[in-house]
Nanobody
Framework: QVQVVESGGGLVQAGGSLRLSCTAS????????????MGWFRQAPGKEREFVAA????????YYANSVKDRFTISRDNAKNTVYLQMNSLKAEDTAVYYC????????????????WGQGTQVTVSS
């Protein structure tokens, strides 16, 4: 089993920055944490969960939603089993609960492809 824990959310003014962290622990039967793809998703009140960013297990592939491209940066440190989401130039529409997910994905942008999820961390951007 793999446990995923997010941290770093909070309240920030529009134009500000936050860095989210996601730490994975445990060990799956067939996989080690360092070969799990990692993704960030978010869900705003009254809306469906949406893809934000993802990074392949090697770190060689990064993917972003158009709405966050050039503002957010995803990275990972496999030695620490941690993935980061640096969020700059935040907008009110970025307000949501942000979820971290891990898994051996076939479609890295799809929430359904991930096996393990954190409880989420709230990000609130005031305008």
């Amino acid at each position: 089993q793999v446990q995923v824990v997010e941290s770093g959310g909070g309240l920030v003014q529009a134009g500000g920055s936050l860095r989210l962290s996601c730490t994975a622990s445990g060990r799956t039967f067939r996989s080690t944490l360092s070969i799990l793809d990692m993704g960030w998703f978010r869900q705003a009140p009254g809306k469906e969960r949406e893809f934000v960013a993802a990074i392949s297990w090697s770190g060689g592939g990064t993917y972003y939603a158009n709405s966050v491209k050039d503002r957010f940066t995803i990275s990972r440190d496999n030695a620490k089993n941690t993935v980061y989401l640096q969020m700059n130039s935040l907008k009110a529409e970025d307000t949501a609960v942000y979820y971290c997910a891990a898994g051996r994905t076939s479609v890295i942008l799809s929430a359904a492809a991930y096996d393990y999820w954190g409880q989420g961390t709230q990000v609130t951007v005031s305008s």
